[in-house]
C-alpha cells in the first residue's frame, strides 16, 4: 500500500519514425484510476507537463469515481495544452466493483459492471482543449516537425472494439503511424501490424500490479504474456508495442508490490533501415528483426 504511491517517470527510446524525422518525445500516461481526492497523484501527474513532451498520449481507465473529472483535468493541466491523443477503458464507462483477485486468474470470468461514470464529461473536457478522440477513427496530428497518423479503437477489454471502422493500410506518407488501444489484446495488435502501424500503445495491465521477484507479473488480464506486460517489445516484424504500467489502482485493491505506478517518455527517432515495399510497391512498413 505504500508503493502504490511511490511515482516513477520511465524512459525508452524506441526507432519507429520515418528516416530523416526529427526525434520527438511522446509521454505515455494510462490507467491513472483517480479519486477525488487523491492530491499526491494529482500534484505528481501536474508536474509532468514540465518535461515538455512533444506530444501526449492516454491510453484510458482515467476514472474510479463518479466525481473525478474535475480531478483528473486538474491533474493533467498544461499537458492537455500539447497535442494529444486518447482512447477509453473500461474504468472510464464503469466504475470500480469490489470482486475476488483469484478471478484474473481466469481470463474468462465474468465481469460485472460497476455504475456508469460521466466518460461524456471527460471526453468534452479532453476535446475541448485540443485532445484528439481516436476512438475508431483515422487521424493527422503535427507534432515535433512530424505528422503522425493515429487511429484506434475503443477498449477490447470490453469488446467494444470495431476494427472494421479504421480498417486499412495506415498512411504510408505519415512519419509516424501511431496505433491506440486500451487494452492489449493479441486480435487487435495483429490487425494494426498488419496494417503498417509503427508503434502501439496500449495500458490496462497495470504491469501486473502484484510482482514477484525475478518471476515477474503473475497475471496480465489481457492475451499478451507476461513478457510484455510492461515496458516496450517487438510485435510482429514491423511494428513496436508499448505497454504502460500505469498509475493507479482500482480502491478496492489498493496495493501494488514490485511494480510501481510509472508514466513513460518515449523518445521516438528515426529507424535504422527504409520502408520495406510491398509487392506491388506500397511502402507500407518498416524493417525490424523480431517476430512475437
Known amino acids: 500500500m505504500i508503493e502504490r504511491n511511490a511515482f516513477a517517470l520511465r524512459t525508452s527510446t524506441l526507432e519507429v519514425l520515418a528516416p530523416g524525422s526529427p526525434s520527438i518525445r511522446v509521454l505515455h500516461l494510462s490507467d491513472l484510476h483517480m479519486l477525488p481526492r487523491q492530491q499526491l497523484k494529482q500534484a505528481w501527474v501536474r508536474e509532468l507537463d514540465a518535461l515538455e ?26 499537458l492537455l495544452d500539447r497535442p494529444g491523443a486518447f482512447v477509453f477503458g473500461s474504468n472510464d464507462y464503469f466504475g470500480p466493483v469490489a470482486k475476488n483477485p483469484l478471478k484474473y486468474f ?26 484528439i478522440d481516436a476512438t475508431h477513427r483515422k487521424q493527422e496530428i503535427t507534432a515535433g516537425g512530424n505528422t503522425i497518423s493515429v487511429a484506434g479503437v475503443d477498449d477490447p477489454h470490453l469488446q467494444r472494439d470495431r476494427y472494421d471502422t479504421i480498417e486499412g493500410k495506415a498512411d ?22 498488419s496494417d503498417g ?58 496495493a501494488r508490490f514490485f511494480c510501481r505506478p510509472e508514466a513513460t517518455l518515449l523518445t521516438l527517432v528515426p529507424a535504422r533501415v527504409d520502408r520495406a515495399a510491398t509487392e506491388d510497391g506500397e511502402a507500407v512498413s518498416r524493417s525490424g528483426a523480431g517476430v512475437r
Open 53 to 78: 513532451p512533444d506530444l501526449v498520449v492516454n491510453t484510458g481507465d482515467n476514472l474510479a469515481h463518479p466525481r473525478a473529472v474535475p480531478a483528473v483535468v486538474q491533474a493533467l493541466g498544461g
Open 106 to 131: 481466469d481470463r474468462n470470468h465474468e465481469r460485472v459492471p460497476g455504475p456508469s461514470l460521466p466518460w461524456q464529461d471527460l471526453r468534452a473536457a479532453f476535446v475541448e482543449r485540443g485532445w
Open 172 to 193: 504510408p506518407a505519415a512519419d509516424l503511424r501511431l496505433a491506440l488501444s486500451h487494452s492489449p489484446e493479441p486480435r487487435v495488435l495483429d490487425h494494426f501490424a
Open 197 to 254: 502501424y509503427d508503434l502501439a500503445m496500449c495500458g490496462h495491465t497495470h504491469g501486473g500490479q502484484l510482482c514477484l521477484p525475478v518471476y515477474g507479473a503473475l497475471v496480465t488480464n489481457c492475451g499478451i504474456d507476461r513478457s510484455r506486460v510492461k515496458g516496450p517489445s517487438q510485435w510482429g516484424e514491423h511494428m513496436k508495442l508499448h505497454v504502460s504500467a500505469g498509475l493507479g489502482t482500482s480502491p478496492y485493491a489498493p
